[in-house]
């Protein structure tokens, strides 16, 4: 079983759709929690992230972890077709040098 | 800032020769990292580097070599490429600071294809 799973999609919503990304960990030790966004033939770049539980917003962006459930979100709202991109969840643990576990990414594609 | 660069874009090399990718970050981090991302299995580590002059393996380190003989530099070495090692290659930099703590800084990736 890998230590972080994440649905491939691909995932299509029309224009303004909200849209729900998901990953699901078995680490417990993991306590930060990030999203990459990956456009086509790109390298990723980190979105967003939080620390430990919690929810954090940036703009249309929501990030969303429970810790209980080893479960992380990502929702977007009022999604654009500058979304369409493959997100990857990542975590670490804390303290020194931590391996960074990556999801293996949900295409999303935003049609006009 | 040019951020992380990586040379080349795009290789073909066949069966058996050996190719160095090359990794180039200005903005003075520590840690570097080479991964390869391949359909269904996402990003995966080869190989990584704390510090100038020390490098360390990954999860998928055989077939390949690295150095890190300067701070912004990092090279990825295939000395007998194999069609399993058809992939993307990305490399990232992070510093030792900051929130989340090593927030990693992709390049634009390498295809290589091995024939």
């Known amino acids: 079983q890998k230590e972080v799973e994440q649905d491939p999609g691909p995932l299509s919503v029309p224009e303004g759709a909200i849209v729900s990304l998901n990953c699901t960990y078995s680490n417990s030790a993991f306590q930060y929690f990030m999203w990459y966004r990956q456009y086509s033939r790109k390298g990723p770049e980190l979105l967003m992230y939080t620390y430990s539980s919690g929810n954090k917003e940036d703009g249309r962006f929501t990030a969303q972890v429970d810790k209980s459930s080893k479960y992380i979100s990502l929702f977007i709202r009022d999604s654009q077709p500058s979304d369409s991109a493959t997100y990857l969840c990542?975590?670490?643990?804390?303290?020194?040098?931590?391996?960074?576990?990556f999801g293996t990414g949900t295409k999303l594609q935003v049609i006009p | 800032n040019a951020g992380v660069t990586q040379t080349p874009k795009f290789r073909v090399l066949k069966t058996g020769q050996s190719m160095t990718l090359l990794c180039a970050q200005d903005m003075n981090h520590e840690y570097m990292y080479w991964y390869r991302q391949d359909p269904g299995m996402g990003l995966r580590l080869i190989h990584y580097s704390v510090g100038e002059g020390t490098t360390a393996k990954g999860e998928v380190p055989d077939g390949y070599n690295v150095s890190r003989l300067k701070k912004q530099n990092f090279l990825l070495g295939l000395e007998s490429a194999a069609p399993s090692q058809t992939s993307v290659y990305f490399c990232a930099s992070s510093q030792t600071s900051g929130l989340p703590p090593d927030t990693q800084y992709f390049g634009p990736g390498t295809r290589l294809t091995v024939l």
């Open positions: 990542a975590m670490r643990g804390m303290g020194g040098y931590q391996k960074v576990t």
